[in-house]
């Protein structure tokens, strides 16, 4: 067990989980997570001169203190005389957290395929297997074979469902990198990176609920079973995106970060926000500020 006792807060880690118990009530938040919630631990330096451990969770939607943690590290504050104990605990953490990224879960051949020559010129082998899969694939044709053209030689194209979206029928496609809907008129992406979670309504019509970067889409159609594959194959493309680092998750830009930091100063004023989780996002923010 390593532990680092500061003044206010103790951390404990040991046998992949890490502990924090406050040592004082009105202080710090209380923690016990596993190192596999963890997308990476850092140390940081506030304005002010005090020291911040940062926890970065792999799930937008870890919950700390009631509140979702919105991609934003968690600081748990210790003294700057304790830097060298607090080194050691995240080299621990690291460690464990390389050893975890070197489980690769058993998954089908990812590799992407060369087009092959059809009958109406280039067709992904990857895109005629999902189409192969759906219940109805005569429904998306044009959009089968727009994806085929549209398709990127560093994706996998995993699974394929017609549906709706924002009033507009079409197709919704998940690759190893985007998941794609995919039009007549248009093709809109959004990268796995910034995906959290699938939830698929089976009452007609039937509904997949993708959520992402502070948002929910929805796509909408007749044949939940397509949708339910599409939600599992958008699983283990983000299941990848954790485990192997096969894609880079995007940081936020010093735009982005200055936006959610309005969007907290207003939710605070309008009573959404206690003091607590305030402080502990705003903080979150001011340290993921670049530079």
């Known amino acids: 067990m390593i ?24 202080n710090e938040v209380a923690l016990d997570v596993g190192v596999a919630e963890l997308a ?57 957290l390389i050893g975890l990224r070197r489980v690769f879960p058993p998954r089908p051949n990812l590799v992407p395929p060369r087009p092959v020559r059809g009958p109406h010129g280039p067709q992904r082998p990857d895109v005629t297997a999902a189409a192969d899969r759906m219940r109805q694939p005569g429904g998306c044709a044009r959009e089968i074979a727009i994806l085929h053209g549209r398709a990127r030689p560093d994706e996998y194209v995993l699974e394929l469902a017609e549906a709706g979206h924002g009033g507009a029928p079409g197709m919704v496609a998940i690759t190893t990198l985007r998941l794609l809907f995919v039009s007549v008129d248009s093709i809109y992406e ?28 929805d796509f909408v159609g007749h044949t939940a079973t397509d949708l339910q594959r599409v939600a599992e194959a958008t699983g283990l493309a983000c299941e990848i995106e954790h485990a192997d680092g096969s894609i880079a998750p995007t940081l936020p830009s010093s735009t982005d970060l200055f936006e959610e ?11 959404m926000v206690s003091d607590e989780p305030f402080r502990r996002q705003a903080v979150g923010i001011m340290l993921t500020m670049p530079g």
């Open 3 to 26: 532990e680092v006792w500061g003044a206010r807060v103790a951390v404990r880690y040991a046998r992949g989980r890490l502990v924090t118990t406050p040592l004082r009530a009105d």
């Open 40 to 96: 990476r631990i850092a140390l940081a330096t506030t304005e002010d001169g005090k020291m911040a451990l940062l926890l970065f969770f792999r799930s937008a939607q870890f919950v700390v203190d009631g509140a979702p943690t919105q991609r934003q590290p968690v600081p748990v504050f210790l003294e700057t005389e304790l830097r060298e104990q607090a080194q050691a605990l995240i080299r621990a953490v690291e460690r464990d």
């Open 190 to 217: 959004f990268p796995v990176a910034v995906l959290t979670g699938t939830a698929v309504r089976t009452e007609q019509p039937a509904t997949l609920r993708v959520s992402g970067a502070g948002a929910d889409l």
């Open 261 to 271: 930091w309005q969007l907290l100063v207003e939710r605070r004023k309008l009573g």
